[in-house]
């Protein structure tokens, strides 16, 4: 790996959920996903989505962009190879996610970046509560945002994926922190 940079902007959250956010939409998609209803960090909820975004005035989109060296973007990946990797880039999220951790106080909420992975199974699965409610975020894209768009947007980057068994020049997690609680 090259390495990890964080990213960060400022947004009015009006602005960002004007621009952004169509829960219709993107919650509709959610429903097409194998976590649907199977982890605590995806739809569907027992609450608005909207009345997370209408309770802060402003959002901190953070993103970490970790870059991979040549050697791995020049490797042609087995299956099982390919998903191992990036298996071990999805955990790192964990370690990142410390990051807005940090940055929390009594009125703001953090973001998680994208799917919650801080368990190796979801109790929500089998009908329990979660294990670390304490440190579950729900996700930009859980709560109708879409990210590919904003990180395109805000930074001029665009969602990179794996494609044909190799690793894209970088990937890209995002997450942020919603502030300045109404």
Request: hydrophobic share 40%; net charge negative.
């Amino acid at each position: 790996m090259k390495g990890i940079s964080k990213l960060m902007a400022d947004v009015d959250v009006g602005e960002f959920v004007e621009n952004y956010v169509d829960v219709e939409k993107f919650l509709g998609l959610c429903k097409d996903c194998e976590n649907y209803g199977k982890n605590w960090n995806c739809p569907p909820f027992e609450f608005d989505v909207m009345d997370v975004w209408n309770s802060y005035a402003k959002l901190k989109v953070i993103a970490f962009k970790i870059e991979f060296d040549d050697e791995e973007l020049s490797t042609v990946f087995s299956d099982k190879e390919l998903d191992f990797v990036l298996k071990r880039v999805e955990r790192m999220k964990i370690k990142l996610m410390n990051d807005i951790y940090a940055l929390e106080d009594e009125n703001s909420l953090g973001l998680f970046l994208g799917q919650c992975n801080l368990c190796m199974k979801c109790t929500r699965e089998f009908g329990m509560p979660c294990k670390m409610p304490f440190k579950m975020r729900y996700s930009i894209e859980s709560l109708g945002g879409n990210v590919d768009q904003c990180i395109e947007d805000i930074f001029g980057l665009k969602i990179l994926y794996a494609k044909d068994n190799r690793l894209p020049e970088y990937m890209i997690f995002v997450g942020g922190l919603l502030y300045d609680k109404k």
